[in-house]
């Protein structure tokens, strides 16, 4: 999208969320959370995140780790009367790790971070093709060896496919390429089994049948980050996430802990 129709299309949607969202209160139900990084800003401190959450606290908000957060939707066991969240991020930007980690670490909270292999090994020319084409940001990825720590100190590491690239195909030799070829390069470097895969883009029209059937098939746990006042998408098969940002004003964060249904 042009940089510019970008710009003021969020500028427009911050105006909006600002009305829609005075007054918001959190709903009872178990919300996953999904976002990419701390800020856009790169010079923005964890300070942020960080008042976001004892804000959230303060609100009645409930933090759970991610895989409870997963068991139970998966088992249907539903709070009545908390609002409980756990958190996702996306693309494995470095800052999850130098700026986002330490924040949760404070909360003793664990998250679940989906990353793109290719991005991590990628050349210059790779990496910065997919900055500027794909993910439309200048940040770099973390590290193996910063993603290993992640892991081992208990966070979820998923698959993000290889390269972020829309699955909106029926072709089965590329969907089988990305999904099953980001899950072993992972389960090689970090000498564990990975159970969760969310599709690019997130959103149900970004993926094709066949890859939801190819993903389901690799991977226990599938997410989108779409249709988020359900539970599931594609008759179950799918786990729905909601996008927000660490540095996402209280009241647009609180405005998307919704009611929910099946
Ligand atoms: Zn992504």
């Given at each position: 999208m042009n940089k510019l129709v970008y710009r003021y299309r969020s500028i427009f949607r911050r105006y909006l969320l600002n009305i829609l969202s005075s007054g918001a209160k959190p709903h009872a139900g178990i919300h996953i959370l999904n976002g990419h990084f701390l800020s856009v800003n790169n010079s923005a401190s964890p300070e942020i995140f960080q008042k976001l959450l004892k804000n959230l606290n303060e609100n009645g908000v409930k933090f759970i780790n991610f895989e409870e957060a997963v068991n139970r939707i998966i088992k249907s066991e539903f709070p009545k009367n908390e609002c409980l969240v756990a958190f996702t991020w996306d693309d494995g930007f470095e800052e999850c790790f130098s700026k986002i980690k330490p924040v949760l670490d404070t909360w003793n909270l664990k998250a679940a971070f989906f990353i793109n292999p290719n991005f991590i090994d990628g050349d210059s020319n790779y990496r910065e093709n997919f900055k500027k084409n794909i993910v439309l940001t200048d940040k770099n990825p973390m590290t193996w060896q910063m993603i290993k720590q992640m892991s081992v100190e208990g966070h979820t590491?998923?698959?993000?496919?290889?390269?972020?690239?829309?699955l909106k195909?029926?072709?089965?030799?590329?969907?089988?390429?990305?999904?099953?070829?980001?899950?072993?390069?992972?389960?090689?470097?970090?000498?564990?089994?990975?159970?969760?895969?969310?599709?690019p883009f997130g959103q149900?029209?970004?993926?094709?049948?066949?890859?939801?059937?190819?993903?389901?098939?690799?991977?226990?746990?599938?997410?989108?980050?779409?249709n988020y006042r359900n539970y599931f998408s594609f008759g179950g098969r799918v786990i729905n996430r909601r996008h927000f940002e660490c540095d996402w004003p209280l009241n647009h964060v609180l405005y998307f802990l919704k009611s929910k249904s099946l």
């Open positions: 590491i998923g698959a993000h496919t290889l390269d972020h690239l829309s195909t029926e072709d089965k030799d590329f969907l089988k390429h990305q999904i099953e070829g980001s899950k072993k390069i992972i389960e090689e470097q970090l000498n564990v089994e990975i159970k969760h895969f969310a599709f149900l029209k970004h993926i094709s049948n066949v890859g939801v059937e190819i993903a389901c098939k690799t991977f226990p746990y599938v997410y989108s980050q779409d």
